[in-house]
């Protein structure tokens, strides 16, 4: 599995608009093939730079696998970015990074015998 991870800092006064073009634009990726789901959370409102007057989710998105995020990042990715800045212009950052998962540990399962 992969996960391909989108940082995005939001001007307060777009961010409703912001956030209702996002939401239809994760179902949209999640119809690709390779993507498993897809978390959208709210980071802290302090980043390292102190500003906290901006709106931060992150969205991290789970793939099969690399080909899956390769194919994507190349056939997808540039129209729907650009997508993005044509709607909102500077209004908003996007960071981008990609994970893979060395180790998943659940506390919750039970491990012992019996």
């Known amino acids: 599995m992969i996960i391909y991870e989108v940082n995005l800092t939001v001007d307060p006064d777009v961010a409703d608009e912001y956030a209702a073009w996002l939401r239809p634009h994760i179902a949209h990726i999640l119809e690709i093939d390779g993507f498993l789901g897809a978390e959208w959370l709210e980071r802290d409102a302090v980043d390292e730079n102190g500003d906290s007057?901006?709106?931060?989710?992150?969205?991290?998105?789970?793939?099969?696998?690399?080909?899956?995020?390769?194919?994507?990042?190349?056939?997808?990715?540039?129209?729907?970015?650009?997508?993005?800045?044509?709607?909102?212009?500077?209004?908003f950052r996007a960071s981008r990074r990609v994970l893979e998962p060395m180790k998943i540990f659940n506390p919750n399962r039970n491990t012992g015998s019996g």
């Not at 992150?58 to 696998?65: A, K, P, V």
């Open 53 to 91: 007057e901006k709106v931060r989710w992150t969205i991290q998105y789970q793939l099969c696998d690399r080909a899956a995020l390769e194919a994507y990042q190349r056939d997808h990715a540039p129209t729907l970015i650009r997508e993005g800045q044509a709607r909102f212009g500077g209004r």
